[in-house]
C-alpha cells in the first residue's frame, strides 16, 4: 500500500496518510465531476513539466454516436476527449471513445463553436481563450487565430488526445490502447488515481499511463516552422547555458516566443519573432503581473535611467511600452531580422546576456525595497 508524507516547510515532522480505492466509497459519477471541474489532473504536461490552463468545454456531450463524457479545451487549443471506463468492458470503453472521435472529425470549428455554445457553460471557443487569459494572465498574447488554427488540426485528427479515465484501467484497456498508439499512431493515453485520505483533505496523484508514447507522437507532427522554432531556441539556450548556466533551466518549445525566468515572478526576459511574415526579432523584459499599476511602476523605475541602461547595453536602443496587452508593460530591443541566420543567434544570445546583467541586480533591490 502506497503511503504520502505531508509537512510543513521548515519542519521535520511529518503526516502520513496511506492510499485508498477511490471507488471504495465514491461512485464513478463523482471522479467524472473531479476532472471535469479539475480538467488539469488528466492532461499531458508540456516539455518544461508544467500543464497549460484548460477549461471543461463539454461535459455529458451530445454527439452523433451517443454521449461523450467530457471535451476539455486548453488555452492554446488542443482538444481531449474523455472517457470514463465505468463498468464497461475494454472493447466497449475503446470503442466508444473511437466512435466520439469520428464523430468530432465530421465537425468544423463552427460546428464546434455552436455545440460549445449549446453545452451553455461558455459563449463560444472566444469566451473559453478570454476566461482562462483571465485566470492567466501570463498567456494574454495568446493569438485567437492560431487557437482556432490548432482546434481546426484536432478536428482533423492531427492533434486530438483520446484520454480514458478510471479508478484502475484494466490490462485490457492497457493492451488496446498501447495497440493503437504504436500501430497506428492513435494519441491515446489512459489516467488512473492514487488517493489518499486525511482527515481534512483528499490527495489525487496521477497516472498516466502511455503518455510517453503519445508525446513521441506529437513530436513527429510538428510542421517544418514548429521544427525550425524548436531547432533555432533550442541552439540559443545551450549557447546561453554555456555562457550563464543559472539562467534558465528552460526548454525548446515548438512556438515563436520563449520565456527566460529571471528570478521573480511573472517578470521574465523573452525572446520573440514578431511580425507575419517575420520581419523582426525581440529580446525584452516583460512585466506580467496581474495588477496593472505594478507593471506602469515598474516600468516607470526604469524610464528614469534609460540612458543609463542604454549605456550599459551598449548602445542598444530601447523601447518602453505601456499597455502592452491590457495590463502589461515591456522593455525591449529589435532587431530588424526575420530570418534564423548565424549574426541573428549570435545578437539574441549576447543581448540576452546583457539584459540579464543590466536588469537582474536592479530588479533585485528594487524589488527587494
Same mark, same amino acid.
Given at each position: ?7 510543513k516547510?521548515?519542519e ?19 471522479l ?6 479539475n480538467?488539469? &489532473?488528466?492532461?499531458?504536461?508540456q ?16 454527439l452523433? /454516436? ?9 488555452i492554446?487549443?488542443?482538444?481531449? &476527449? ?8 475494454p ?10 472521435g469520428? #464523430? ?7 460546428d464546434l ?9 461558455y ?6 481563450i478570454?476566461?482562462?487569459q ?6 494574454? #498574447? ?5 487557437v ?5 488540426? !484536432? ?5 486530438l ?18 495497440f ?9 493515453y !489512459?489516467?488512473?488515481? #492514487?488517493?489518499?485520505?486525511g482527515?481534512?483533505?483528499?490527495y ?10 503519445v ?16 531547432a533555432?531556441?533550442?541552439?540559443l ?5 554555456? =555562457? ?11 512556438? /515563436? ?24 526579432f525581440?529580446?525584452g ?5 496581474? /495588477?496593472?499599476? =505594478? ?6 523605475h ?5 540612458? =543609463? ?6 548602445? &542598444? ?8 496587452g491590457k495590463?502589461?508593460?515591456r522593455?525591449?530591443?529589435l532587431k ?6 548565424a ?24 524589488l527587494? /525595497?
Amino acid at each position: 500500500m502506497a503511503v504520502l508524507g505531508v509537512k510543513k516547510r521548515k519542519e521535520q515532522e511529518m503526516t502520513f496518510v496511506e492510499s485508498i480505492s477511490y471507488g471504495r466509497d465514491n461512485k464513478e459519477e463523482d471522479l467524472h465531476r473531479l476532472v471535469s471541474f479539475n480538467p488539469k &489532473l488528466v492532461i499531458l504536461e508540456q516539455e518544461d513539466g508544467k500543464r497549460l490552463p484548460t477549461a471543461t468545454v463539454g461535459d455529458h456531450l451530445r454527439l452523433a /454516436s451517443g454521449e461523450a463524457d467530457l471535451l476539455l479545451m486548453d488555452i492554446v487549443g488542443n482538444l481531449s &476527449l474523455v472517457e470514463l471506463k465505468r463498468d464497461k468492458t475494454p472493447r466497449d470503453v475503446i470503442a466508444q471513445i473511437l466512435d466520439y472521435g469520428s #464523430d468530432l472529425h465530421q465537425m468544423t470549428v463552427d460546428d464546434l463553436e455552436q455545440l460549445v455554445r449549446k453545452h451553455g457553460k461558455y459563449d463560444g471557443l472566444v469566451d473559453v481563450i478570454a476566461r482562462l487569459q483571465e485566470e492567466n494572465p501570463e498567456y494574454e #498574447d495568446v493569438d485567437v487565430n492560431d487557437v482556432k488554427e490548432r482546434i481546426g488540426e !484536432c478536428l482533423q485528427g492531427k492533434r486530438l488526445q483520446l484520454l480514458v479515465v478510471s479508478y484502475d484501467v484494466n490490462e485490457g484497456i492497457r493492451k488496446v490502447a498501447d495497440f493503437l498508439r504504436n500501430t497506428y499512431g492513435v494519441k491515446i493515453y !489512459c489516467v488512473e488515481f #492514487d488517493y489518499f485520505e486525511g482527515d481534512d483533505y483528499e490527495y489525487f496523484v496521477p497516472e498516466t499511463i502511455g503518455i510517453e508514447e503519445v508525446k513521441r507522437i506529437e513530436s513527429k507532427e510538428l510542421s517544418a516552422t514548429q521544427k525550425a522554432y524548436k531547432a533555432f531556441y533550442g541552439e540559443l539556450l545551450d549557447r546561453l547555458r554555456e =555562457e550563464k548556466p543559472e539562467i534558465t533551466q528552460q526548454h525548446s518549445l515548438p512556438q /515563436s516566443w520563449i520565456g527566460l525566468p529571471i528570478g521573480h515572478s511573472y517578470i521574465h526576459l523573452e525572446w520573440a519573432f514578431h511580425g507575419r511574415p517575420r520581419n523582426s526579432f525581440e529580446v525584452g523584459l516583460h512585466f506580467e503581473k496581474p /495588477s496593472k499599476e =505594478e507593471n506602469k511602476k515598474l516600468l516607470d523605475h526604469f524610464v528614469t535611467i534609460r540612458d =543609463e541602461l542604454e549605456r550599459e547595453l551598449q548602445g &542598444l536602443q530601447l523601447e518602453f511600452q505601456f499597455p502592452w496587452g491590457k495590463r502589461w508593460a515591456r522593455i525591449y530591443a529589435l532587431k530588424q531580422e526575420g530570418e534564423m541566420t548565424a549574426d541573428l543567434k549570435g545578437w539574441a544570445v549576447q543581448t540576452a546576456l546583457r539584459f540579464y546583467s543590466a536588469f537582474k541586480p536592479r530588479l533585485d533591490e528594487l524589488l527587494r /525595497s
